[in-house]
DNA sequence: CGTAAAGTTGAATTCTTTCAAACACGGTGG
DNA sequence: CCACCGTGTTTGAAAGAATTCAACTTTACG
């Protein structure tokens, strides 16, 4: 493993964090967790916002985290390291999506959490008590969580079920997306921050077949990747082959 | 597809369903959802109670069910079709589990709900504005989406990064846990509803190779699948040949 | 007791991995 | 400005894992 800086969770570090004071500006909050809440309600909560630079940890697994964290800017990987060394991203980080959600606050992150870009976050404290406060805030929690759960099952579906193409042009419709309905994309082009191999390390195929793939796709005129952007060629086409799989683009 | 007779979710339909008033003596209600209401609370919602026979749906892919259900006793499959004829099950459920996720009560369910043995039920009206009346229940959903998530995730990460034999014998192991946290399993056996076929179409392989992977399993003295009884034959080296942590229950 | 569903087995094929080596690119330091 | 280095990408050939197809056996159930 990579040893990378990284900021603690322990109290007492360093983190240039301020006051969110500014959510009446700030892109995220519409599609973030604390979409139900007035500003004012929002700052009884008293919300730390703060920068983290690229390729740095915002927690390690197994980390008793006091936080829940909304990613206001940047991508962020949420990855775990097998046994055999295997690296497997479990979860693909964009703006808005919340971070560290357990069963209850006092059990441990299942997974850790590294930017892949230079990130902004907004942390709260957990949410037990303050939830019951509010409960529009438990029940904004529980269906950001149902939505996570519906697009994780769909990627279960597409691991399981489909082929090394089909998950390649699965996964990059994905981000396309989510990233276009954050009003992050623009136009059929978008920032591609991923390697190769963190692709294959989402999508359970090594990187080198993640290569293959990735010409096969551009060879099929339906995306391609390149100097760190994905642009879509054909979006009509590419939906067609990742929700059916009627072209199956051969050799 | 099998054309299974089922309940359908619209109003007027026969269904021997009774108001819950036994909650006291119900044996899944430690594990449930309604977990941390009193039973008083509990009867201010109105939960029916009804029972479904082995093969029935409880609901199809993009029904717009109007309650939340809690299934209290037998198995459940939750599974999607593919544009190519394929069945993915996305979830196993097992007493106890909550059906009906979904980011908001108007969206439609992205899966059918299918009982692979004779079920009971227990059915909240959706849960928007009562969850408001008792915070607790919404922070307990939240709580509970985590819990399937955070398994979701395990799932995830077999299927992508594991090989054939290992995603069986974590599938068996992780059922045996979940039942045996529940009160369900006997000793080192367990009821086994699934078909080669069903655990097939939940890990991603062929009903062919799951059959040779199951006598892989058997030949090797770690588990035994015989007359839908699942037999646990080394419990320690079978987490240690699926290697991954106990995962401890919201409680 | 007979039929349908589920399980079993072998052989050929396909998809993906593994290994190995070479190339491209961006950044650093001399 | 260029040589150097590391990370990431590209390509080929061989090995391996899982699928497909097909036939057959066993089990469950009315």
């Known amino acids: 493993m990579t040893s990378y800086d990284s900021i603690s969770t322990s109290p007492g570090i360093e983190r240039r964090a301020l006051l969110a004071r500014s959510c009446e500006r700030c892109r995220t909050r519409p599609f973030a967790l604390c979409k139900p809440l007035s500003v004012k309600q929002i700052h009884t909560l008293s919300p730390l916002f703060f920068p983290l630079p690229s390729k740095k940890h915002l927690y390690y697994e197994g980390s008793h985290i006091t936080e829940t964290y909304t990613l206001c800017e940047g991508w962020l990987l949420l990855y775990r390291v097998l046994q055999n060394g295997k690296r497997h991203i479990v979860w693909i980080a964009l ?4 971070l560290g959600a357990r069963p209850a606050y006092y059990h441990p992150v299942r997974h850790a959490a590294m930017t892949l870009t ?3 976050f907004c942390g709260f404290p957990h949410l037990t008590e303050t939830a019951c406060r509010y409960p529009e805030l438990a029940l904004r929690i529980a269906a950001l969580y149902a939505e996570t759960m519906a697009l994780q099952r769909d990627y279960l579906t597409f691991i399981a079920q489909r082929n090394a193409t089909e998950r390649v042009a699965f996964l990059a419709l994905d981000l396309y997306r989510r990233l276009r309905r954050r009003g992050l994309a623009c136009g059929n082009r978008m920032p591609f921050p ?19 793939v990735l010409h096969r796709l551009s060879r099929e005129g339906l ?29």
């Open 95 to 98: 703006p808005g999506d919340v």
């Open 118 to 120: 230079a990130c902004a």
């Open 194 to 212: 991923l390697t190769q191999e963190d692709i294959a390390d989402t999508l359970g195929i090594t990187a080198v077949h993640v290569n293959r």
């Open 223 to 251: 995306l391609v990747i390149k100097h760190h952007e994905l642009t879509i060629l054909d979006y009509q086409r590419l939906c067609e082959f990742v929700d059916s799989e009627e072209i199956t683009p051969s050799d």
